[in-house]
């Protein structure tokens, strides 16, 4: 699987941006799919994920309830609406695909998209 991550950029604090990642290749339905994030001078840690089939999601308690992440199997496509955005926000956006479902562990994801940007200023 080929992924494709675009939709980042420059927001103001309390704004949103929706995050696109576009998969080739094998399957897509047969992947669950989740967002990572990589901060400046951070490890990069997990956002929220989706299971095959759109089913299940879960999310980390710090975008809990900011962010909400969907798949569109049709179009080979998740999403990740990022809303109230804070400047702890601001990160490289990864999305990856796994063979595990609901896996909040990085290890666990096969296929990685190269990042997109997202800044948010105070």
């Known amino acids: 699987v080929q992924l494709q991550a675009s939709g980042g950029g420059l927001v103001q604090a309390g704004g949103s941006l929706r995050l696109t990642c576009a998969a080739s290749?094998?399957?897509?339905?047969?992947?669950?799919m989740g967002w990572f994030r990589q901060a400046p001078g951070k490890e990069r840690e997990f956002v929220a994920t989706i299971s095959w089939g759109g089913g299940t999601t879960y999310y980390a308690d710090s975008v809990k309830g900011r962010f909400a992440i969907s798949r569109d199997d049709a179009k080979n496509t998740v999403y990740l609406q990022l809303n109230s955005l804070k400047p702890e926000d601001t990160a490289v956006y990864y999305c990856?695909?796994?063979?595990?479902?609901?896996?909040?562990?990085?290890?666990?994801?096969?296929?990685w998209g190269q990042g997109t940007l997202v800044t948010v200023s105070s």
């Open positions: 290749g094998r399957t897509f339905s047969n992947y669950a």
């Open positions: 990856a695909a796994s063979i595990r479902s609901s896996s909040r562990i990085e290890a666990t994801y096969v296929y």
